[in-house]
């Protein structure tokens, strides 16, 4: 689907222009085919920024240091069991360019799901797209308030995933996301290493 932003009185409202067609996008799935991703499992994921511009922020000290839509994303990341109480969040790292984190799907569904009258399970893409949409309409309304002149679209489109198979693969790659900062100098190449990585069988 193409998404249609338009202001009124403020407000965003978001539109379904157009229905998705492979045949004239070309856009192939990067899911793992016929998994279940409201599985009561961990998950790896990565989300990039547009055309990876460092718009989230800088590395200083080998830490992070948030801008505005850094900030945004943090806070909207942090409140997202609020939305999803399906949910537990673990390690993550917000970098100038991408967006590393671990989130645990419980399997257990409360009545108290903002999703309860829709669907009984949000699958990992429904939680993920709900962030993204929450911190782009939070970034939108920032950015038209102030009068600024810039463009709207924080996100590169989709994100990658992987299933956490085993502890020790837990424990790589809470290290990986905690330690990521210190490798920022040579981050595209292990970035690009890395999304190869998450998107291959995960039955290998």
């Avoid at 360019?97 to 893409?125: R, Y």
């Avoid at 190449?189 to 039955?203: A, G, K, P, S, Y």
Wanted: hydrophobic fraction near 40%.
């Amino acid at each position: 689907m193409i998404l249609f932003v338009q202001s009124q009185n403020g407000q965003v409202t978001i539109r379904f222009k157009m229905k998705f067609n492979p045949k004239i996008h070309h856009r192939n799935s990067i899911r793992l085919k016929d998994f279940d991703y409201s599985s009561q499992e961990y998950y790896f994921i990565t989300i990039c920024a547009r055309n990876r511009e460092c718009i989230f922020g800088e590395i200083i000290d080998n830490q992070p240091k948030l801008i505005q839509l850094g900030q945004i994303i943090k806070h909207e990341w942090l409140a997202l069991p609020r939305r999803f109480p399906q949910i537990e969040l673990d390690e993550y790292i917000i970098m100038p360019n991408h967006f590393h984190a671990i989130i645990q799907i419980l399997g257990v569904f409360s009545s108290a799901s903002v999703w309860a009258d829709v669907k009984p399970a949000p699958t990992l893409g429904d939680i993920i797209c709900a962030f993204k949409l929450v911190v782009f309409k939070r970034y939108y309304d920032l950015i038209r308030q102030n009068n600024v002149d810039e463009i709207a679209k924080c996100w590169q489109r989709n994100y990658w995933e992987r299933i956490i198979r085993d502890n020790q693969e837990f424990i790589n790659i809470q290290h990986y996301i905690a330690t990521n900062p210190e490798r920022w100098s040579e981050d595209s190449d292990n970035l690009d290493r890395l999304l190869i990585r998450m998107t291959e069988r995960h039955d290998a």
